[in-house]
């Protein structure tokens, strides 16, 4: 199971970052790999809420479900990356603060299908979902910190998110 996390700190308060997160419709006005997003059910927040998102650099899209819902401070949704064999797609994000300063965290994991041959495309797939990763957690940093839109011509932190 390919697993990467980022983490960056925010120059803004917990519940502004919160505020940014939690339009979870909206991502696409955040993060700069998505073209657009919308919600697929009335729900708009919580457990059961449901997005569809357009992936700009790998031509894909995404369905993603809330399954855990921390008002103010995290979520964690299952992600089902359309045309690509990938199962137990997963995505936590987390508000902390550390030393007075806001840190938002994101975990993604997931796997391919197809065995041995799969666990080859895992690693292929890692290194872009690691580039694709950094690049949401300084999307989500830039527009909490500025009020901004983002995307793909934005400048942004990249040297700010720390990743593992």
Not at 83 to 101: C, K, L, S, Y
Not at 125 to 144: C, V
């Amino acid at each position: 199971m390919a697993r990467m996390t980022a983490s960056t700190t925010i120059d803004a308060t917990p519940e502004r970052v919160w505020e940014v997160l939690a339009d979870f419709g909206g991502i696409s006005n955040a993060a700069p790999h998505l073209t657009g997003s919308a919600l697929t059910t009335e729900q708009t927040t919580g457990v059961g809420a449901s997005r569809h998102c357009d992936i700009a650099m790998m031509g894909r899209s995404t369905e993603e479900v809330v399954t855990r819902w921390d008002e103010g401070s995290g979520y964690g949704i299952d992600v089902t990356m359309n045309g690509v064999p990938m199962r137990n797609g997963r995505a936590d994000f987390d508000i902390t603060t550390e030393d007075g300063e806001t840190v938002l965290t994101g975990v993604m994991s997931f796997e391919m299908a197809f065995g041995p041959i799969g666990r080859v495309m895992e690693r292929m797939m890692a290194a872009r979902m690691s580039k694709m990763w950094t690049g949401m957690l300084a999307g989500f940093k830039e527009r909490a910190e500025t009020g901004a839109d983002i995307d793909a011509e934005t400048p942004l932190p990249l040297e700010a998110v720390r990743t593992t």
